[in-house]
């Protein structure tokens, strides 16, 4: 049975920022559901360890060199389903209150790379595949061609982009105080990112034998300047070995006819009570006006310019002039947050601002909410139109990335789609789309409900893509 081995930043059930933890938290179930031996590997974090840390076994201590400095690092594991969570544990790294974010992340991450590698050395894990995710891992595949080569029998190295946005880029010195290869690289080009520094992303992209993204259309996109965030050359030396795959959501623990955190779980067939309860327990809880006839817009979201939330907060007078509530659960910088307060006081019992991260209240907007606005300026997949999808909510996103690969928009001839749709990244084709979305369930209702049936039959597991990536695997060992 072939040994992955997934590394990354964060995964769940221990560690969750973002869609990446999600990614790591059910794509490697649904590969041990098709014959791998899957395991994942991933920092003990301060918040983490203070929750779980009695649920772990201890595995060993062992020394680890970062380039110029030497430490240790302790491993710990947990059988999670059919998969094996490990988690390395460092004082000084990752005994922290936030993740990410530090002067030191350079060097806090090269430390996990090396503790990686190291566990195989010690042949505490083995791994056929090392699947690497986001820069947080990118000079994983490098490591293993130079510095670990002779140490450890090589595995095939996949290195998966979720968001090119985020690329690790330090000054080129980190090459040899932490990652323990020749500044030389730097100076030659090869791992040169802007002047003056090196990226973890670019290392990923260069040294990986595949590299994958999260859909389809982004995957197409990244080769154009206008998404490649300056890696658009580089990617494109690897564009034969680029490939797309959609990510999925752990269908067991998003489902509305189990989910715990719900006021009442629901099925395609009761969907509309359902729905019609959900919205009730969720307006009653965040102290919306009880109505169950107004049609309740909510986001789930990071609250950055990726999100498109500055369409949002620019059009958020004239659409709150409609009828209709509006739900943002999420966090931003300092004055999106406050200016986001003020909603509140504006619009007072039809829009509330819940600034914070919350999962079950997550979990209780994508039941009660009649729709979920995503209108990114670029998404790679997107994880949140999944799961509203899943739960009768129909997103409304703008035609980028992975929510043109899973949305289908709303054909009101054929009756056909899964939500709605815009392409052009500005504020007249957003609030063009909202009304029309608005006008579709005040004069359309059953045209509404029949959306929110194909919406909820959509297939968004993972079990598609997670063939997809077992025969890249397969093409790439031959
Ligand atoms: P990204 O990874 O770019 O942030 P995704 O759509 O891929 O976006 O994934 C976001 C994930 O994080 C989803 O599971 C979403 O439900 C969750 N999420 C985002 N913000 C919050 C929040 N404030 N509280 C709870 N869950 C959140
Ligand atoms: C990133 C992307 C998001 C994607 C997630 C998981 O955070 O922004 O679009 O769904 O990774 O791949």
New binding site residues.
Partial sequence: MKKILFAASEGLPFV?T???A?VVGSLPQELSAIGFDVSVIIPLYLKTARTQHHTLTKIATYPVIVGSLNTVATLYSRLVGDVTYYLIEHAGYFEREGYYGYPDDGERFSFLQHAILRAIEEKHISADVLHCHDWHTGFLPLLCKTVYLHRIPQPLTLYTI??LAFQGNFPYGLLESCIGVSNQMYFDGTLRFHEGMVSFMKAGILYADAVTTVSETYAHEILTSDFGEHMEDVLRMRKKDLYGIV?GIDVKSWNPTVDTALAKSFDTRTVEKGKAANKAAIQAELGLRQDPGVMLVAM???LTP??GIQILMETMHEIMGWDMQLII???GDNWTENELRQIEYRYPRRAVFYC????E??HRI?AGADMLLMPSAF???????L?AMHYGTLPLVRETGGLKDTVEPYNEFTTKGTGFTFTNFNREDFKHILKYALDTYYRNPENWKKLVKQAMKKDVSWSKSAKEYAKLIERKTK
């Fill in positions: 969750k973002g869609g990446l999600d979720h968001n990510n789930v979201s990071r990726q999100k659960l999420g966090t914070g991260y919350h999962e209240l997550a994508y998404e790679p997949c997107g994880i949140s139109q799961i």
